[in-house]
């Protein structure tokens, strides 16, 4: 536990995260080393069929967690975020400019909406750096932690 939330901590600093990613793995793997060491000791089925699912889908969740942080849409996805962006900005300019009165507050307004939907958009895909964080759902790795002092 006190790994996890090291690495978790540790997101912003690519480098430190990895190391700490590094860590974890290599503690899962000799928790899961010992745990079916144990069990075949033990030869107990009704406490392996408790244990090894239970510490299996601990893994798979770190897994899961590990993987949505590094999984991003392709480049190719952002570039035509950009292309949107341009062309809309484009096409209200074209329509703006046949008129001889300008309403700024249509220009702001426009200008604002599309720059904070681009902004919020690519935020959602780095969720420990921006301004949109998801750092308030480490408290129950914490809450977990502290329980079992």
């Known amino acids: 536990m006190d790994s996890r939330i090291e690495t978790y901590r540790g997101f912003r600093d690519r480098a430190k ?8 793995q290599a503690l899962q793997n000799e928790l899961w080393q010992k745990s079916v060491a144990a069990a075949a000791r033990l030869n107990n089925a009704a406490a392996t069929m408790l244990l ?6 601990m893994i798979d969740i770190t897994t899961t967690r ?24 484009l ?4 329509e703006m400019g046949g008129s001889a009165n300008r309403s700024w507050l249509h220009i702001v307004g426009y200008a604002l909406i599309l720059s904070v939907s681009v902004y919020v958009i690519i935020d959602l895909e780095f969720p420990r750096r921006g301004l949109i964080r998801v750092d308030a759902f480490d408290h129950y790795i914490t809450d977990v932690r502290s329980s079992m002092k």
């Open 17 to 24: 995260a990895q190391q700490d990613i590094g860590k974890s």
């Open 66 to 89: 590990i993987a949505a942080t590094e999984n991003h849409p392709p480049a190719v996805i952002f570039s035509m975020l950009a292309a949107v962006a341009l062309v809309s900005a």
């Open 52 to 57: 090894l699912p239970a510490l299996n889908a």
């Open 91 to 94: 096409a209200a300019g074209f």
